[in-house]
Each structure stands twice: as structure tokens, then as C-alpha cells.
């Protein structure tokens, strides 16, 4: 039987494949798209399927039953492409061009793709079109995850941060695939795992345009007097919001050579809740973003086949002012990230290759408005004033890669079918933080207890720091399929992960820091280097054979890469703040000379922490003797095909870590804390309450402080190792009969033994923060965390008589667990501290309702394959006004509201394809 299939999606005329004594055959690769697949055979009937859709990474099986037949005679199939992967053995949700488009978004990069994933928790989609730095979080892990761009890596190095940097446009994505469960050894992170598909041209000349806009008499008030009482004093309002987006793709060659272009702007000025001027109008930020895509395929032969692409990223925004941080306060942020990447694919009979090679560059240049005031920042009440702490720095980071694929398909060997695929990379990166001087606003920022001085943290500023991650990756895997219902999908992965930071030389700080901070050169420091080898395996049973009931399961064990971060703890050019106790002997509520003694091993020497963390992180040597943390995860999931078009699916997930990292400070180890300095909890006001009791703190020998006692080094501890029990159940009907619709469930139990210290509070800063905990008893104080977190989502879409349609995208999700904080201040040796006065899940916010609406008119009358559509989308229908995060530290503001949902909005639109 001679097999060949058709799609606008080739740039060949076909692709041909003989089956064999079996019956077997395989058309592969295959782009994603929709095909129609021919079956011939001399003396029997030509048959025809139609419309069978492949989506990235789904292998369909496809039969046929071939009769005999007159000459001439076929028989065509629609309708009946399959729903459910046979093959593949990971819980993965695939998002369409029609899911992209059709179901009511923001349209705001991957944050408006996780919100549509099972079990995929990121930032709500309620309406702003700029894009977001999207949160990964799967199933209670909001680590290690991994995105690419039609395999490219993206990932930032600082990949052990939930956020990294991620910005892409929607508009430019012809297909998604979110995978949280299952990943094979081709993927080296056991988090959430994206791949995105960029559009591409074809034969035929395609376009669209979209234009959306709303305004502030479009939108709601959702400030209710709740939100009044709990602080708030203005509502979140839009002033302006717009978006203009163009595409145009087609042949430059037909069969040879296609492009995809495609431009974007994005305007909005937002007034923030709770942010007022001085002259007592709201605060409005504005910003400004741009994106664009370029993308070329040449089919140089059949055989021989190049794809190159590159997206830009531009954005010019002015943020970071809340409730606690003034409007003089915000910054000014200029965001730019680059994209690129050329591939060379080869197919020759049953191997393909596929080599990559490009870069992700990412940077942010961060300025303030209020150059002349130094900072400062109330550790009690958390309020921020004068120059923004962030202002005179910029974030650099930068992955380049080598990415190459070998797939084989060796058929009728060892009882079975083998698709073998072997992968070698090579990554290098780095994510690293300059300054400069900060001028008349100096390099510090003084911190107080509720209005009482008590510190000052000196920054290290002006510093140039380099780091460099590099890892060179091997993987084997073997896709086998035994008697066409059982795959066997085992694999293995080798690592060959170092990280180093070379000589640098920095210059000398503006008095008065200057002699703490001299001008030097330091030596290259070199960490351990991790080889691991670590094995998947996973199955899919197709239980009838029908390719309608699948058990799928399996266990991997997966490693943590180096990240740029934990070995910047080590480089003494790496942005730095050191703490001392401040005397401010005039009571002007100012710095000046004579004020803070600056020797490192003077009694007003706190602590020095490095990219901002809250810990003393800094002056870190390698250990020796470090074992490369991971995870190991275990799943089973049951896959069912209703109906045609329509299956469901339920999983059971069980992962925990190992080796879970902490710091250590070897001059100051866990013993040594061993002086109580226990201190009263407050009520919540903040007023003496002594039936709360006393908070364990302890403290070391005052022999023990100052800088030189200060070397931190990372240390496995097997008592942090966390463990996350879950379940998910999902729905999906693709688009067929003028509907389709997508629901899940997914509940998270959390066993975090320690979570990490709080290193993100406003004011302070915290630019790719070392998030782990420190060796000492105060970083266990109520630091586990046993709770449960829940996700529900529904979306679907309608089209109605008359070119009419409707949407909807539904999520309820669980609000955050929290414990109070309380500031300590004038702890011996300690200075000021922050910490939980109760267990973590002693309050909850509120669950969230997010309900966004759409309904699109098709205009009559245009061309064949023209479309002209008026839309109306409404985000956050419900006009909810839930409170998304509050005051936790105590004091008279405990509890207050700093960010709420935004109110219910209209935003009107017009799209224009062909």
C-alpha cells in the first residue's frame, strides 16, 4: 500500500511512505497542520482520510481498511482524526491556532498560554495586552521550568526563579504545547515545560491584522468600601489602552521559499490602586511595547530543508509604584529581548537531523525619578521613599546554543517498532546585574523601624560582573512500540554541567564607601562540576487497541543545573549590600559622617548580602564535597476517547526533591547560634499582646560577627528535601461542528519543609534573588509549609447563526496561604530581622473568579478566504475584586490591601484576514 499525504502546511508536493508486510507505515517528520492522507494500492479501492490534524509532538495513528474495488473507485473519510496520543507518554495539552485566537485572552505572551494549561498556575489574564513575565508554576513547583521556541532553549540561567524573563509575542504563535508531567530524557528540567510554534508562510499569501481598544469610560469601579477600609484609596483604572498587530506570510518561491512577517504595538497608561501624586491627582504609568517576528523556510531540495527566525522585544515602561512604594519613588524600566536561531533539517528514507544554532538575549535598563534623595525603606511598615533602590542598574543575560537531533526508525526489530532519537547540545549563559553610581541619591539606602533609624545598607556600587554556566548534554531515547498497543518510551540523559566566574576588576565606590569598597582585581573561581546520568521511563498502553483508551504512567529522576545566581554568591563584583547599624547621633532622620563606622570588622558590621537577598549570601566559596540536588517524579494518567473529537483524561503525580540546597556559613554554623534572644510577638496592630508568648530567636557570639566571619558555601540538606502529591482531571473537544471546549481540575498537596526566606519586598532590592534557606535555626521558624492549593478551569467556544460567535474562559483558583510577619529590630549581632509569628496557612486570601467574555460578528460579503470581524471581549465579567496580595508584616497597616483584581472592562476590536 503506497501512502501519501498533502497539507498546505509541506513544501513538497507530498510526502510518501510503502507499508510493509505488517501493514505498518510512518510519514514523518511531519509539520504541524491539517492533512489528507491517500492510501492506493493496484486492484483495491483508493481510500482518503481527510482532515487529520497533527499538533507538535502528537504522533496519530491513522488505519485503514483497504477493500477491493472497481478501477477509479475511492472512498473518502472525514471526521475521524484521532484525539488521543498512543505513543507519547506525557500529560500534555496542546493549544491550536484556533484555541490561540478564539478563546478571550489579553493575548499577553505566555501568561495568556499557562492560563489556559491544566494544572499550569501563572499571573491572572485580566485584560492588559502588555506582556507579562509570565510564573511557572505546575502542581506546587514553581522551579525549574523550561521553554523553547520550536525546540530552541530560551531558559533563562537563572531557571531556578519561577519568572525568567520570557517575553514573546501571542499574535506570532501558530501552536503551543504545555507539558507538566512525563517529560523524557529530551527535556532536562522536571518543571513545566513550553514549546512554542511560531506561524510560517506557505504557498499561498496570508495575512491578518487586529486592532483593539478600550478606554476608562469602558471600564467599571470594583473599590468597594471593603477595599477602602483595607487601605485603598484609589481604584485601578485604565486612561488608555490600545493594540495593533499585522502578519503577512506567503511564497517569495512557491515549493521553495516562504516568509512570515509580523509587527506589533501595545499602548496603555494604567492608573495604579492606592498611588497618588504630589499634587494629589492617581498615579499613571505608562508603557509602551513593541514586538516583531521574522521567519523564513527554504526547501533547498526534498531532502534538505532551513528554518530561520528571529522576535524582538522592546518596552518602555515606568512601574514599581504601590500603596507602600510613592509615586517618586517608581522607576523608569527600558526591557529589550532578542530571539534567533537557524536549523538545517535532513530526511533521508527512515533518519532525520535536525541542528540548531542561536541566541536569547535579554536586558532591562532601570532608572528613577527622584535622583537627589537617598533611599529608604521602613523594615516595620515596609514603605518605600526617595530614589528608587533599583534606579542606576541594569539586568544582562544571554543563552547561546547548539542544539542537535538524530532520529532513527528501525521497524520489526527485537518484537517490536523503535524510534530511536539521540540528542548532543551545548549551552552557554549567563544572567548577570551591572550598576553605576547613583550620584547625589548616593549608594545607599537607610532603613528604619517604624520611623526609628536603625540601618543602612551600602551598595557596592559601580560594578561590571560577569559569570559564565555552561552545559554540554547528551540524551538516548528509544521510543518502542510492541504489538501496536504498548510503547515503551525509555531514555537516558548525561550532563556535563560546570560553571566558573573568570578575573574581573572592579572600581573603587563613591565616598564614603570607598575604602570599604576598594578598586581590585579578583581571581577566577572555579565550582564543582556535575556529570549526572539521569534515566526516564515511561509507558502507554493502549488498552483495546483501539487508540481510544490509553493508560499511560512512568518515573523519572531529574537534575538541577548550575544557575547563574548561586554561583554569583562567590563573585565579589557582583552587586552587593552590606548592612551596619546607623547612629543617627542629630536625630535628622539623615546620614551623616561619623554616623556608621564602615569597617568590616567593626562593631556596626551586620551582614553582606549579594543580589539583594535578605540573607548574608555573599563572600561564598565552592564546596568540594556538593551533591547536584533533583527530583524523582512518578505518574499515572488515564486517557479516554468519548467521542469522536471529545476525550478526557485523570492523572496521579508524586514528586519529591533531593539534595535540596541550603546555605551554609562556615564561621558561623548551626550550633553556634545558641544565645537566646527570644522577643515578644506582638498583636497584629502591632501592640503588646503577651498572651501570644515569645519567638525563639537566637543569635551567635559576638567573637563571630563581622565580615571575615562571614563565608557562606552551599550544603545538601536532606530534611529540606520538599514532596508534592497531585491529581488532575482535564476535558478537551477540538473544534468540530461549530464547538469546541476545554475543562480541568487539578488539587496540590505541598510538603515544603523550609521555604526559602523572603527575599521580595517592596522597596527592597531583589533582582534574581538567591532564593534558598539559610543553615541557621531563625530560617526554621515556621518555615514548613502542609498546604493544599486548587485549580479549576472551563473555556469554550460557539459560533451561532449569522457569522456570529462566543467564548469564554473561566478559572477559579485557590487564594494564597500566608503566615503574619514581624519585624525585630537591635537583635545582637542580627541587627533587624523579619519573621513568621505563625505557621504558614494561618490566612488565606480568597479564592479567585476570573470570568473573560468574547463575542465576534463576521462581516458578509468579502472574497472568498477574506474575513472582516467585528469583536467586543469583557475580562473579569464578574467585576470581582478580590484581594491578590496584603500586608503581611505587623503593624497598623497588618493586612491592608496592596493589589486587587482590576474592575470588569470592554474592549472593542476589529480583525481583517486572508
Known amino acids: 500500500v503506497t501512502v501519501s499525504a498533502t497539507s498546505p502546511a509541506l513544501q513538497v508536493p507530498q510526502v510518501t511512505d510503502v507499508a510493509n508486510q505488517q501493514g505498518e507505515y510512518r510519514l514523518t517528520p511531519l509539520p504541524i497542520g491539517t492533512y489528507t492522507v491517500v492510501y492506493t494500492l493496484q486492484g483495491f479501492q483508493t481510500m482518503r482520510r481527510e482532515e487529520v490534524r497533527l499538533t507538535a509532538g502528537f504522533t496519530a495513528r491513522v488505519d485503514m481498511t483497504m477493500k477491493v474495488g472497481t478501477l477509479n473507485e475511492s472512498v473518502t473519510v472525514t471526521g475521524a482524526a484521532p484525539v488521543v496520543d498512543v505513543n507519547s507518554t506525557t500529560t500534555r495539552t496542546e493549544l491550536t491556532r484556533e484555541t490561540l485566537e478564539l478563546i478571550p485572552t489579553s493575548r499577553a505572551g505566555l501568561q495568556s498560554v499557562l492560563m489556559q494549561a491544566p494544572g499550569a498556575r501563572t499571573n491572572l489574564d485580566t485584560g492588559s495586552g502588555v506582556t507579562a513575565n509570565p510564573t511557572f508554576r505546575a502542581f506546587g513547583r514553581s522551579y525549574e521550568a523550561w521553554v523553547t521556541v520550536e525546540g530552541f532553549p530560551t531558559t533563562s540561567p537563572k531557571s531556578a526563579l519561577q519568572s525568567t524573563a520570557q517575553y514573546f509575542d501571542y499574535e506570532s504563535f501558530e501552536e503551543t504545547s504545555v507539558q507538566t508531567v512525563g517529560n523524557n530524557a529530551e527535556t532536562p528540567n522536571a518543571g513545566l515545560n513550553l514549546n512554542i510554534i511560531l ?68 499602548r496603555e497608561d494604567a492608573q495604579i490602586a492606592g498611588v497618588i501624586k504630589p499634587d494629589g491627582t492617581a498615579g499613571v504609568d505608562p508603557v509602551t511595547q513593541f514586538h516583531s517576528t521574522e521567519k523564513i523556510n527554504y526547501q533547498l531540495n526534498p531532502s534538505n530543508k532551513f528554518i530561520g527566525f528571529t522576535q524582538a522585544f522592546h518596552r518602555d515602561s515606568q512601574s514599581g509604584d504601590t500603596p507602600l512604594v510613592p509615586w517618586n519613588s517608581r522607576q523608569h524600566q527600558i526591557y529589550g529581548q532578542q530571539t534567533s536561531k537557524i536549523e538545517w533539517q535532513l530526511v533521508r528514507n527512515n533518519k532525520y537531523v535536525s541542528v540548531q544554532a542561536g541566541e536569547w538575549a535579554f536586558h532591562l535598563d532601570r532608572s528613577g525619578f527622584d535622583p537627589t534623595n537617598i533611599s529608604t ?34 521497524a520489526d526489530w527485537l518484537g517490536g517498532n523503535h524510534a530511536f532519537k539521540f540528542g548532543l547540545d551545548y549551552w552557554d549563559s549567563h544572567a548577570d546585574r551591572r550598576s553605576q553610581d547613583r550620584g547625589a541619591a548616593t549608594n545607599m539606602q537607610l532603613h528604619f523601624a517604624n520611623g526609628v533609624p536603625t540601618t543602612i545598607n551600602a551598595l557596592n556600587y559601580p560594578v561590571t560582573p560577569f559569570s559564565h554556566v555552561r552545559n554540554v548534554p547528551t540524551f538516548v531515547q528509544d521510543s518502542w512500540t510492541l504489538a501496536r498497543r504498548l510503547t515503551l518510551n525509555l531514555g537516558v540523559r548525561y550532563d556535563h554541567n560546570w560553571a566558573y566566574l573568570p578575573m574581573q576588576t572592579r572600581a573603587a565606590s563613591a565616598p564614603p564607601l570607598d575604602t570599604f569598597y576598594p578598586a581590585g582585581t579578583f581571581p577566577e573561581v572555579h565550582f564543582k562540576t556535575f556529570n549526572p546520568v539521569t534515566p526516564r521511563a515511561h509507558l502507554a498502553w493502549d488498552v483495546r487497541g483501539n487508540g481510544k483508551t490509553v493508560v499511560k504512567g512512568g518515573w523519572g529522576r531529574f537534575r538541577h543545573m548550575w544557575n547563574s545566581d548561586e554561583i554569583n554568591m562567590a563573585n565579589r563584583v557582583t552587586f552587593l549590600t552590606s548592612t551596619f547599624l546607623w547612629h ?40 568540594p564535597n556538593l551533591k547536584q540536588p533533583g527530583s524523582h517524579e512518578a505518574y499515572v494518567s488515564v486517557e479516554q476517547q468519548l467521542v469522536a473529537n471529545f476525550a478526557v483524561r485523570a ?41 501570644l508568648g515569645m519567638l525563639p530567636i537566637r543569635t551567635f557570639p559576638h567573637a563571630l560577627a563581622g565580615l571575615a566571619n562571614q563565608v557562606p558555601m552551599l550544603i545538601n540538606d536532606a530534611k529540606s528535601d520538599a514532596g508534592y502529591t497531585s491529581v488532575e482531571l482535564a476535558a478537551s473537544r477540538r473544534l468540530a461542528n461549530r464547538w469546541m471546549m476545554q475543562a480541568s481540575y487539578s488539587a496540590t498537596r505541598l510538603d515544603v519543609p523550609y521555604v526559602s526566606n523572603s527575599m521580595i519586598t517592596s522597596g527592597s532590592a531583589c533582582i534574581g534573588c538567591v532564593d534558598l534557606t539559610t543553615y541557621d535555626p531563625n530560617a526554621e521558624i515556621f518555615a514548613s509549609n502542609k498546604t493544599w492549593e486548587y485549580l479549576t478551569r472551563v473555556s469554550g467556544y460557539y459560533q451561532l447563526p449569522y457569522g456570529v460567535s462566543a467564548a469564554a474562559n473561566y478559572e477559579n483558583r485557590s487564594g494564597t496561604r500566608w503566615a503574619r510577619t514581624q519585624t525585630f529590630a537591635n537583635v545582637p549581632e542580627i541587627g533587624t530581622i523579619v519573621l513568621r509569628v505563625e505557621p504558614i496557612g494561618s490566612r488565606r486570601l480568597p479564592n479567585t473568579n476570573l470570568l473573560n467574555l468574547r463575542f465576534e460578528k463576521s462581516i458578509p460579503g468579502l472574497a472568498p478566504g477574506h474575513k472582516l470581524a467585528l469583536r467586543a471581549s469583557m475580562f473579569n465579567a464578574l467585576n470581582a475584586n478580590t484581594p491578590l496580595t496584603v500586608q503581611q508584616n505587623t503593624g497598623p497597616a497588618f493586612g491592608n490591601v496592596l493589589t486587587y483584581m482590576p474592575p470588569r472592562i470592554l474592549e472593542f476590536g476589529v480583525v481583517y484576514s486572508y
Do not use: C
Not at 585 to 600: H, Q, S
Not at 660 to 677: A, G, H, S
Open 651 to 691: 492523572t496521579g503525580i508524586y514528586s519529591k526533591d533531593t539534595g535540596t540546597y541550603r546555605i551554609l556559613n562556615t564561621k558561623r554554623p548551626y550550633e553556634t547560634y545558641n544565645i537566646d534572644v527570644s522577643r515578644p510577638i506582638s498583636a497584629p496592630n502591632g501592640t503588646a499582646d503577651p498572651t
Open 584 to 623: 543617627d547621633l542629630n536625630g535628622n532622620r539623615l546620614f551623616d559622617p561619623g554616623e556608621v563606622n564602615f569597617d568590616p570588622a567593626g562593631s556596626d558590621f551586620v551582614s553582606q548580602s549579594a543580589l539583594g537577598a535578605s540573607a548574608a549570601t555573599s563572600n561564598a566559596i565552592s564546596n
Open 377 to 410: 525603606f521602613d523594615d516595620t511598615t515596609r514603605r518605600a521613599t526617595g530614589q528608587n533602590i533599583d534606579a542606576s542598574t541594569t539586568t544582562f543575560e544571554m543563552r547561546r546554543a547548539v542544539t542537535g537531533v538524530f532520529s532513527w526508525y528501525k
Open 199 to 266: 506561524k510560517s508562510g506557505g504557498n499561498d499569501f496570508h495575512g491578518q491584522g487586529v486592532y483593539t481598544v478600550t478606554a476608562q469610560k469602558l471600564q467599571w469601579n470594583n473599590l468597594d468600601q471593603t477595599l477602602i477600609n483595607a487601605g485603598l484609596g484609589s481604584p485601578n483604572k485604565i486612561a488608555t489602552r490600545w493594540d495593533a498587530d499585522a502578519g503577512i506570510g506567503g511564497p517569495i518561491l512557491h515549493d521553495k521559499l516562504w516568509f512570515f512577517f509580523t509587527p506589533r504595538l501595545h
